[in-house]
């Protein structure tokens, strides 16, 4: 199993050392791609040097910032020209567990996607306010519902796609960024009739920098879900 892990960065210099060495530690065959998106404050000069210490990580450069969802269809874009054949989806900021990322590699042998979830049974996440995860949980069952996922953590970050998955999702005609971009791919792939399996992770904030995340980005997955929803049956009279 040809196995890339794509790691998009954008001022991640106080993790970015750390992600590699753990990443080499926990999966010492798979190669790195790191997706830096013209960081200002040297994250990708600091992944290069790594890179020549370390081997097997390559660092793919972009002009500016254009989003997590662009940052991964340019590197699956990558991997599948190299002539990979798993895909491995992660944030530098150790809110995944680069230790967990075996048990997820194991059930990619027969899964052709693999989401490491926080809200099946095992999952942990552990730092959260009740009010903060029953936000996330919630948007996460309307998902669910609305899109006919069958699947708990469609938001979740912490992922492996199989190339056959990415085909069958189209990935490069994925739009959404954010948490929309995970729960179109999900979409995508349940549509398309790809195994999706979770495997309980436990996930944790990051500590060092400044989080990526934002309402309005949170609100802009949700209101693409209604309009996914509302599209399914037109879909259907059309098939």
């Known amino acids: 199993m040809r196995t890339l892990v794509v790691l998009p960065t954008y001022n991640e210099i106080l993790n970015i050392e750390s992600m590699l060495r753990a990443l080499r530690h926990a999966v010492p065959a798979a190669q790195i791609l790191v997706v830096d998106d013209g960081s200002p404050d040297g994250t990708a000069k600091e992944a290069l040097d790594v890179a020549d210490e370390l081997g097997n990580i390559d660092v793919l450069q972009r002009p500016m910032k254009s ?8 590197g699956f874009a990558w991997g599948i020209e190299h002539g990979y054949d798993h895909f491995v989806e992660i944030d530098c900021d150790f809110s995944h567990d680069p230790n967990a990322l075996p048990e997820l590699l194991r059930a990619a042998e027969t899964n052709d996607v693999v989401i490491g979830s926080r809200y099946v049974q095992g999952g942990h996440i552990p730092q ?3 009010s903060r995860r029953l936000l996330s949980r919630g948007g996460n069952q309307y998902a669910s519902i609305m899109l006919g996922l069958r699947v708990a953590d469609s938001t979740a970050g912490y992922r492996v796609y199989s190339k056959h998955a990415l085909e069958v999702i189209d990935f490069e005609r994925v739009t ?6 995970q729960i179109e791919m999900t979409y995508r792939a349940r ?3 790809a195994s999706i399996i979770e495997v309980p992770i436990s996930f944790t ?32 009279r059309r098939s």
């Open 67 to 74: 989003g997590l969802g662009g940052a991964y269809r340019a």
């Open 128 to 130: 959260w306010t009740l």
């Open 176 to 181: 959404a960024d954010g948490y929309g971009f």
């Open 191 to 193: 549509r398309g009739g």
């Open 205 to 236: 904030d990051r500590e060092l920098g400044e989080s990526k995340m934002s309402g309005a980005i949170v609100v802009e997955a949700l209101g693409l879900v209604t309009k996914w929803a509302l599209a399914r049956p037109f879909a259907k």
